[in-house]
């Protein structure tokens, strides 16, 4: 079956970076785009772009643009959301999707 | 950028009864390909979200034939025929036609 599994919870102070990954298993993990999507605590869901890890090319929202960085290792089947000069704007739950399955989500809180 | 509006942005339901969430897109949503990209997702509280709808009306594996979506252009629909206890959560629209762009979402609580 269909699983994606995110890393865990991560706590950095404003001006860090955080780099969270998304393994996924049970498909052919170059046959799909992978998206990171955000929700912020008691917000909406925000799309912040996506990876092909067939070729590793990338779309990022404007928002995020100069900020982000997603990556991929087809060797463990795990792509990666790099997020840079984080500020408490960024807390939130980071998810990896296939857009019809989802990872379990990951909790970034910046703090001072 | 897409700007999907939903409404309402709450709803209270007595269980068995109907319930209906509106969705519109600033832009339409029908591709060359003769596809449209709307997509609905039910967000139970503390848990990703979960596929419903894909292209505005098949209904993912494994989702009740309660839920439906309809619509065209720039307008959609999700109904739920009788809405039921796990039912409950916030309902969200989302675009794929042009990059990704999500409705400020639905909560859909029980009477």
């Known amino acids: 079956q269909v699983q994606l599994v995110q890393s865990g919870a991560e706590v950095k102070k404003p001006g860090a970076s955080v780099k969270v990954s998304c393994k996924a298993s049970?498909?052919?993990?170059?046959?799909?785009?992978l998206h990171w999507v955000r929700q912020a605590p008691g917000q909406g869901l925000e799309w912040m772009g996506w990876?092909?890890?067939?070729?590793?090319?990338?779309i990022y929202a404007q928002k995020f643009q100069g900020r982000v960085t997603m990556t991929r290792d087809t060797s463990i089947s795990t792509a990666y959301m790099d997020l840079s000069w984080l500020t408490s704007d960024d807390t939130a739950v980071y998810f990896c999707?296939?857009?019809?399955?989802w990872g379990q989500g990951t909790l970034v809180t910046v703090s001072s | 950028d897409i700007v999907m509006t939903q409404t309402p942005l709450s709803l209270s339901v007595t269980p068995g009864q109907p319930a209906s969430i509106s969705c519109k897109s600033s832009?339409?949503?029908?591709?060359?390909?003769?596809?449209?990209?709307l997509y609905w997702y039910l967000q139970k509280p503390g848990q990703p979200p979960q596929l419903l709808i894909y292209e505005v009306s098949n209904r993912f594996s494994g989702v009740p034939d309660r839920f439906s979506g309809s619509g065209s252009g720039t307008d959609f629909t999700l109904k739920i025929s009788r809405v039921e206890a796990e039912d409950v959560g916030v309902y969200y629209c989302?675009?794929?036609?042009?990059?990704?762009?999500f409705g400020q979402g639905t909560k859909v609580e029980i009477k």
């Open positions: 049970g498909y052919t993990f170059t046959g799909y785009y």
């Open positions: 989302m675009q794929t036609i042009q990059l990704r762009t």
């Open positions: 990876i092909n890890p067939d070729t590793g090319g990338t």
């Open positions: 999707t296939r857009e019809d399955y």
């Open positions: 832009q339409s949503l029908l591709y060359s390909d003769g596809k449209t990209y």
